[in-house]
């Protein structure tokens, strides 16, 4: 059974940081891409960012260019989300999904950004 | 970036009925479009991929067709457990991005 699990979330300051964890079992994790998908209280899915199989291809949404780095380690099985600069719009559940399709999904992890 | 528009934002429903929502794109994708389907508090649940594929233990009263800029996605005979929010999701470039969703409702 495909499992994605999300950890790290909390509640920070603004312009504070955190690190999201998703660890992958169930599939072999160093063939599928993975991505960051978020969603502010009771509005729509959000993209964030994208990292390759590999780890050598990453994208970004606009909003968080230069303040979230995506990363992964295989090994691990394991994927991040180092967060700094939070400002309040960042306040949101973070999931991670395999694939490009989106194929399975974590349970999520709450971020919440005090200002 | 690529805009997607989905139609009807929301609809109510009864059991029973056949729902249909439709996805526009502002530019084609071909056929690199996902269908999830999210309860309150819960997570996202794939339905389709690739326009028309069924994700495995996804029932079949589920379908998706369209390829190029649009999109639909059908429910055949409406079930209790299908009152949720419905997105499409587009893969064929970066940024990626999310339709605005169709909450399905009972009425």
């Known amino acids: 059974e495909v499992q994605l699990v999300e950890s790290g979330g909390g509640l920070v300051q603004s312009g504070g940081s955190l690190r999201l964890s998703c660890v992958g079992s169930?599939?072999?994790?160093?063939?599928?891409?993975l991505t960051w998908v978020r969603q502010a209280p009771g509005k729509g899915l959000e993209w964030v960012s994208y990292?390759?199989?590999?780890?050598?291809?990453?994208y970004y949404r606009d909003s968080v260019k230069g303040r979230f780095t995506i990363s992964r380690d295989n090994a691990k099985r394991s994927m991040y989300l180092q967060m700094s600069s939070l400002r309040a719009d960042d306040t949101a559940v973070y999931y991670c999904?395999?694939?490009?399709?989106?194929?399975?999904w974590g349970q999520g992890t709450l971020v919440i950004v005090s200002s | 970036d690529i805009q997607m528009t989905q139609s009807p934002s929301s609809l109510s429903a009864s059991i029973g009925d056949r729902v249909t929502i439709t996805c526009r794109a502002s530019?084609?994708?071909?056929?690199?479009l996902a269908w999830f389907q999210q309860k309150p508090g819960k997570a996202p649940k794939s339905l389709i991929y690739?326009?028309?594929t069924l994700q495995r233990g996804v029932p079949s009263r589920f379908s998706g067709s369209g390829s190029g800029t649009e999109f639909t996605l059908t429910i055949t005979s409406l079930q209790p457990e299908d009152f949720a929010t419905y997105y499409c999701?587009?893969?064929?470039?970066?940024?990626?991005?999310f339709g605005p969703g169709t909450k399905v409702d009972i009425k």
């Open positions: 999904a395999r694939g490009a399709e989106l194929l399975d």
């Open positions: 169930g599939f072999s994790f160093n063939d599928y891409s």
């Open positions: 990292i390759s199989s590999g780890g050598g291809t990453i």
């Open positions: 530019q084609g994708i071909r056929n690199s």
């Open positions: 690739a326009a028309s």
């Open positions: 999701h587009p893969y064929s470039d970066f940024p990626r991005t």
